[in-house]
Antibody
Framework: QVQLQESGPGLVKPSGTLSLTCSVS?????????WTWIRQPPGKGLEWIGE??????HYNPSLKSRLTISLDKSNNQFSLSLTSVTAADTAVYYC???????????WGQGILVTVSS | QSALTQPASVSGSPGQSITISCIGT?????VSWYQQHPGEAPKLIIY???KRPSGVSHRFSGSKSGNTASLTISGLQAEDEADYYC????????????FGTGTTVTVL
């Protein structure tokens, strides 16, 4: 059973960059596996951020201009970078492993990131 | 793309069955459902409309008709009290996963 763990700063200043890493254990970054970031503002619903696999990525169009998701196969990690953040980006951020097709079979515990000065 | 529409809340007594609707899913059979207890990460309970992951109770079942998917919980138990979210692809040429607005299930 794969395990995922998010890490990164819990506080980011407005207009700054939110950077998170997801460490994966019990699994490997094979060519057929997709990895995803999802977020949940406090008290609200889930929002898909984007996904990555070895040779490509897909981003939520509403975040695409500020978003980069990257993969570090050698360290079994994938990362999220979101620029020009505002208070609206305050959320619990989850990383997840995709099942095939089109679902999220394993989730990290989540990390709360607050955007505030 | 707007979120899929779910009822804000559904309640039932222990042993009863309840159904949660999810309106606005795409025409294919790529609907999944997630259970989220307070303070925890979501957990996959249904995928591809009707399939259950290993270890998920048979009391959870899914269905779909047209653009509306449904999750039924049979023999409601106190541990089923949680938030439930559906998820589907948005349809069209752009890869986009869309979640439902979420439903809070209360066991009376």
């Amino acid at each position: 059973q794969v395990q995922l763990q998010e890490s990164g700063p819990g506080l980011v200043k407005p207009s700054g960059t939110l950077s998170l890493t997801c460490s994966v254990s019990g699994g490997s970054f094979t060519s057929g596996t997709w990895w995803t970031w999802i977020r949940q503002p406090p008290g609200k619903g889930l929002e898909w951020i984007g996904e990555i696999f070895l040779s490509g990525s897909h981003y939520n169009p509403s975040l695409k201009s500020r978003l980069t998701i990257s993969l570090d196969k050698s360290n079994n990690q994938f990362s999220l970078s979101l620029t020009s953040v505002t208070a609206a980006d305050t959320a619990v951020y989850y990383c997840a492993k995709n099942g095939v097709p089109w679902y999220f079979e394993s989730w990290g515990q989540g990390i709360l990131v607050t955007v505030s000065s | 793309q707007s979120a899929l529409t779910q009822p804000a809340s559904v309640s039932g007594s222990p042993g009863q069955s309840i159904t949660i609707s999810c309106i606005g899913t795409s025409s294919d059979n790529l609907v999944s459902w997630y259970q989220q207890h307070p303070g925890e990460a979501p957990k996959l309970i249904i995928y591809e409309v009707i399939k259950r992951p290993s270890g998920v109770s048979h009391r959870f079942s899914g269905s779909k008709s047209g653009n509306t998917a449904s999750l039924t919980i049979s023999g409601l138990q106190a541990e089923d009290e949680a938030d439930y979210y559906c998820c589907s692809n948005a349809g069209g040429p752009v890869i986009l996963y869309v979640f439902g607005t979420g439903t809070t299930v209360t066991v009376l």
